[in-house]
């Protein structure tokens, strides 16, 4: 199994926002633009709370690769990189969430 299967996705999704290609999804994404983006973020995440709650582990896993692939569109259409995510959670390591909020 490829554990770097998120920064190959990452990699293709820039490639599409970059170099356009006809027929992908991805590229009908962004060249609806970020209202659109936003708009599967929220459908996909309303979809993983709703497999959450008795639809069975697979369904679940869809649905949060579902959630993913759309935040990575999301990430690439405003210039987040993963690097900037894994810095973000690199700092939060070992914080515990009571004393981040304080």
């Known amino acids: 199994m490829e554990r770097r299967i998120i920064e190959k996705l990452y990699e293709v999704i820039m490639e599409r926002k970059n170099t356009p290609r006809e027929g992908s ?37 869809y649905e949060l690769s579902d959630l ?15 690097e900037d995510v894994y810095e973000e959670l690199e700092g939060r390591f070992g914080i515990s969430g009571l004393e981040e909020k304080v």
């Open 25 to 61: 999804y991805t590229c009908r994404l962004f060249k609806k633009g970020k209202d659109e983006i936003l708009k599967k973020v929220g459908e996909e995440a309303v979809e993983v709370i709703l497999a959450s709650k008795g639809q069975g582990k697979e369904q679940l896993v």
């Open 68 to 82: 993913i692939y759309h935040m990575l569109v999301l990430m690439a259409e405003e210039g987040v990189t993963i």
